[in-house]
């Protein structure tokens, strides 16, 4: 039986130009907006792993925004702003988020609550 590459040791690129045919047939088609679900087979068999491997859902997804970020021309020094600006983006978004659920428990019926 043949030896599979397993995914560990496929070290993700720092460039497009380095990756792996399987990274790039992930980046291409995701970039094209094909679902994880849909390309998994056929990443698998680039990868040189069983078509009948089940992955975690989230190990594309990861692989793909991993490289996403690696592929980014963002400066070294911009680094920090930019964990900064996500950090600060996903905190407003989680706020607005639980004040929308608040106002669609009300638009049902539900009771208002304050935090205490």
Known sequence: MADKIQT??????????KAVPADKYLFDNREAGRSFEEMTPHWLQLAGRSPDEQLSRSMLSNRYMRMKINFSMIKEQDHV????????????????????????????????????
């Open 81 to 116: 702003l930019l964990f900064e600006a996500k950090k600060h983006i996903e905190s407003t978004m989680e706020d607005e988020k639980w004040s929308r659920i608040a106002t669609e428990i009300i638009s049902k019926g539900g009771d208002a609550y304050r935090v205490s």
């Open 8 to 17: 560990a040791s496929i070290p993700l690129p720092n460039t497009y130009e």
